[in-house]
């Protein structure tokens, strides 16, 4: 039933969202960027002035959140209760706290009945760190990306100076080191390569130059 669906993980600023948005135009699938949906939930429990540590106090913030990804010609937008918050869930305070709020095993929990809902009965490309382990396990295809974290912070500062959002180069490539961190040593669903992903080193390859070989790994499934 997921045959589908393709799973794209890896750490952070590998360009997951980048190559995921343009394979599923390409596809004609929806794209789910899944970080997008922890960071909202993220950004709503630090407007609420809540302890991201407070697991219980943040499950019962995400029960009554609704958190929408929607597919529009100019990108996914992300809507938080109905308010756009596209790129406010880009900004460092969220970045800087999503780990905490994302290694909750209530909270991941209930993230993972959300996304597997969205991915139900249609193509989907689906971008996040847990999405060829757990989240979708029988996708068509896994792709699992890595790049330097140099590279990694250094694209992901020119993304945010294009974007008009806030960042400091220094500061962008200690956060990621920190969210790959406790992504890849929490107990629930942390950041490691399925079995069976094919792994992809992005530090010198372009953005098309991964897209084709995603895209190459789909057609095998045709
Ligand atoms: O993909 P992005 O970097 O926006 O994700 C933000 C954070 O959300 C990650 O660092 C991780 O803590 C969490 N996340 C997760 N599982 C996913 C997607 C994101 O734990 N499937």
Avoid: C, W
Avoid at 28 to 50: P, S
Avoid at 143 to 155: G, H, M, N, P
Avoid at 197 to 214: G, M
């Amino acid at each position: 039933e997921q045959n589908t669906a393709i799973a794209i993980d890896g750490p952070a600023a590998t360009g997951k969202s980048t190559v995921a948005k343009i394979v599923a135009e390409k596809l004609k699938y929806i794209y789910v960027d899944t970080g997008a949906m922890y960071r909202a939930l993220t950004l709503k429990v630090l407007n609420l002035d809540i302890d991201p540590s407070d697991e219980e106090a943040v499950l019962e913030v995400l029960l009554e959140t609704d958190i929408e990804l929607t597919n529009e010609s100019n990108g996914q937008r992300v809507l938080l209760d109905g308010q756009d918050v596209t790129n406010e869930i880009r900004h460092q305070p969220v970045s800087a706290n999503v780990s905490y709020i994302a290694k909750l095993p209530t909270v991941r929990k209930e993230m993972l009945k959300r996304q597997q809902e969205l991915a139900k009965d249609r193509g989907v490309v689906m971008d996040g760190r847990d999405i060829g382990t757990h989240v979708l396990p029988n996708a068509a295809v896994k792709i699992f990306l890595v790049a330097s974290v140099e590279e990694r912070a250094k694209r992901r500062h020119e993304e945010n100076m294009a974007k008009g959002i806030p960042s400091e180069l220094d500061q962008l490539k200690k956060e990621i080191q920190q969210r790959d961190e406790i992504d890849s040593n929490r107990e629930i669903a942390p950041l490691t390569k399925a079995e069976d992903a094919i792994e992809v080193d992005t530090t010198s390859l372009s953005i098309e130059e991964v897209v084709d070989r995603i895209l190459l790994e789909v057609e095998k499934y045709k």
